[in-house]
């Protein structure tokens, strides 16, 4: 039984025969301890994460200070022409009109990290509503909510996002990252699923159902956490799919050419600049190419890390043999002081 003590910070829970209070700082550090000490234990045991981590913090950089003090690329901005590593003014060289393409490449990037959150922020968020209320409620909800998510798979994607494009022309990153999405997340839902039918079984669940706890907190408290592996790797696939999409929808010109992507950058390389005849102008066409390959490489072992960093049995060991090797520590030092 839990109640709240006679001071508001403090919390009293009934067990059989005894009585334990739990203080609001006993509760920040239960919380500190779960879901930022162990991850981060986990993360930087994992050379993948920490590989990850860093291709994505460049990116994140250069969209917010790269863009902000690095210049715009415009016509005649530099000599026309150059090639890599001419001149510091142009250190990646120019199109045949004078733009920069570093600044080209790096003026692209806040847009496209704006397009990945939202796509990928979208896509997992109605897939977790979808798949845990269909999963859990079960009955007519479960064949409702199932039969929209059918319906949602059997429509081709491309085809839809190209044709909600041309109608609407959208120009906000956001909406942009939404209409990539707008039906990728039916296959997740259905996953999801599939793995609250297992969970709304277990034990803990069943008690919590008991005591009278509310659907939304036996959600939020005991469902939804245990799907948080799943659904972080599934939110990397998704960004990393809009990455892709959206890259595709621009080189063929589907999508607005009014927001800088690094599609346009192909898009211009291969029929203005001709740069697959002759090899020329080459350089175009593979800066865009680094660009995107990075921050997939990036996502994709974001991914396999987080898939470790939530996974509760490493995260125990490696938690244990922390505090193993600080109470070594401890028991050292104290051998020193009595020395």
Do not use: C
Not at 227 to 255: D, E, I, K, T
Request: aromatic share 10%.
């Amino acid at each position: 039984m839990v109640s709240d003590g006679p001071d508001t910070d403090t919390f009293t829970f009934e067990t059989s025969g005894s009585t334990v209070e739990v203080t609001w700082s006993d509760r920040l550090q239960d919380f500190y301890e779960e879901f930022i000490y162990k991850p981060g234990l986990v993360a930087w045991d994992d050379r993948r994460t920490r590989i990850g981590a860093a291709i994505m913090s460049i990116y994140v950089l250069m969209g917010i200070l790269g863009a902000w003090f690095y210049p715009a690329p415009e016509s005649n901005q530099v000599e026309r022409g150059l090639g890599p590593f001419e001149t510091l003014s142009a250190p990646l060289g120019s199109t045949g009109s004078g733009e920069d393409v570093l600044g080209m490449v790096i003026h692209a990037t806040p847009e496209m990290l704006i397009m990945v959150m939202s796509g990928g922020i979208f896509a997992t968020g109605v897939a977790v509503l979808i798949g845990t209320v269909a999963g859990y409620k079960g009955g007519t909800v479960d064949r409702a909510l199932t039969s929209f998510s059918d319906v949602a798979m059997s429509i081709p994607g491309l085809p839809l996002v190209m044709v909600l494009a041309v109608v609407f022309r959208p120009r906000d990153p956001v909406l942009i990252g939404v209409l990539l999405t707008i039906n990728y997340w039916a296959g997740l839902g259905r996953s999801i699923r599939s793995q609250v039918l297992t969970l709304r079984e277990e034990s803990y669940v069943e008690a919590s159902r008991t005591m009278g706890v509310s659907t939304s907190r036996i959600l939020f408290k005991d469902i939804i956490p245990n799907l948080m592996p799943f659904v972080l790797v599934n939110f990397a696939n998704a960004a990393r799919y809009v990455v892709f999409a959206s890259v595709g929808l621009y080189y063929l010109g589907v999508l607005p050419s009014s927001v800088d992507n690094w599609g346009l950058q192909l898009e211009n390389a291969y029929s203005q600049e001709g740069a697959l005849v002759g090899g020329e102008a080459l350089y175009q066409l593979i800066a865009p190419m680094i660009a995107i390959m990075g921050i997939a490489l990036g996502l994709i072992l974001l991914a396999q890390g987080l898939d470790r960093v939530f996974n509760p049995r490493v995260r125990t060991r490696l938690a244990g043999e922390s505090e193993a090797t600080a109470g070594n520590e401890d028991r050292e030092t104290n051998t020193e002081v009595n020395m």
